[in-house]
């Protein structure tokens, strides 16, 4: 059942650089790939092409990427590294690489040597971050493969192109892992917390930019945007595609970047949050994956209006239900 409550956008998070330290917004721009300044930027292997995320390198989450809209520049922030500026939308792209995001090969645009200094500096002093918290199949002794920072194209140049879904011609996705948006409530957030305490998981609480959503929502009751199809948030028109199946990440203080000493939330999800009738696909739902309908201006407090629900008997529901507590 829908709550009677006005549903209201709490907070706008972007996050310019794929797995780094996120930027909270009051307004954003809503374009045909997103939030204008969300994951525009990644870093990816030299030789192989292939993205790197806090999956393998939980430090990625202490890289606090600054945007100027004014400068248009991206500027790289790191406690102990220089500050490095970078234009946000380059002039000339650079050295065009082919890279792999999942299972997507994407044409995307080198950043300069200078960015590649500035990461390569930054993985090795914090060699022994990675190794009190690892994340990922590492050799923590050997040399740290070269990195480059990338950045894309406009989809309407012919360069890049990553369809979010392929009844919504036009709409992309940037370096997200899967949609051009994601949405996540608090009241979801509070069961989760009160599910983790109830279980025995833990007794701390964690935050909702553990899940790294772009939008958040208060308002809600309790898994309400499950129902949710079509909605509306200020000008602005969205549809929703799916769950969000998580991570090991959402184990990782986004501020701290150091992982959880009891073990992480996604675990408890995978136990509450499996939706059928994908297992494996949807395993430890939370946040819901969301692509853009129309364009326009969002900000922190606009009214949300759900436009559409999904049919009751159409409605995906978790399985099996939450263990009863000790």
């Known amino acids: ?6 549903i209201k956008l709490s907070a706008i998070r972007a996050y310019p650089i794929k797995s780094c330290h996120g930027v909270e917004l009051t307004e954003g721009h ?6 204008s300044i969300d994951r525009r930027f990644m870093f990816i292997e030299a030789e192989s092409g292939r993205f790197i995320t806090q999956r393998k390198y939980s430090s990625m989450a202490l890289i606090r990427p600054l945007v100027d809209p004014v400068a248009d520049t991206l500027t790289l922030t790191a406690e102990g590294q ?11 792209l650079g050295r065009k690489y082919n890279a792999t995001l999942w299972k997507d090969k994407l044409n995307v645009f080198d950043m300069g040597d200078e960015a590649s200094k500035w990461i390569g500096n930054f993985m090795e002093s914090h060699r022994d971050h990675h190794k009190s918290n690892p994340t990922g199949d590492i050799d923590f002794d050997a040399p740290f493969p070269e990195l480059r920072l990338v950045t894309l194209d406009d989809p309407t140049n012919g360069q890049y192109s990553r369809p979010s879904l392929d009844s919504l011609p036009g709409i992309h996705s940037p370096f997200s ?10 009241a979801s957030l509070e069961d989760v917390n009160r599910g983790l305490k109830e279980t025995g998981v833990t007794n701390e609480s964690i935050p909702i930019n553990r899940f790294r959503n772009n939008l958040t929502f208060s308002g809600t009751i309790p898994w309400e945007e499950d129902e949710w199809l079509v909605v509306k ?4 028109t969205f549809y929703v595609i799916r769950h969000t199946a998580r991570c090991p990440v959402p184990g990782i203080d986004q501020d701290t970047a150091k992982k959880d000493s009891w073990g992480g939330v996604t675990e408890y999800l995978s136990k509450v949050r499996n939706i059928p009738p994908k297992p494996g696909m949807n395993n430890g739902c939370f946040c819901v994956d969301v692509a853009p309908l129309t364009s326009g201006t969002i900000r922190v407090g606009d009214s949300v209006e759900i436009l559409e629900r999904i049919p009751a008997k159409y409605v995906e ?7 009863s507590s000790p």
């Open 1 to 6: 059942m829908p709550t009677a409550n006005q």
């Open 30 to 35: 809503i374009t045909n790939m997103g939030l």
């Open 82 to 92: 220089p500050d490095l500026v970078l234009p946000f939308h380059p002039e000339k």
């Open 177 to 186: 892992d899967w949609s051009p948006i994601s949405f996540g409530c608090e």
């Open 233 to 236: 948030i200020g000008e602005v």
């Open 317 to 323: 529901h978790p399985v099996p239900p939450r263990p």
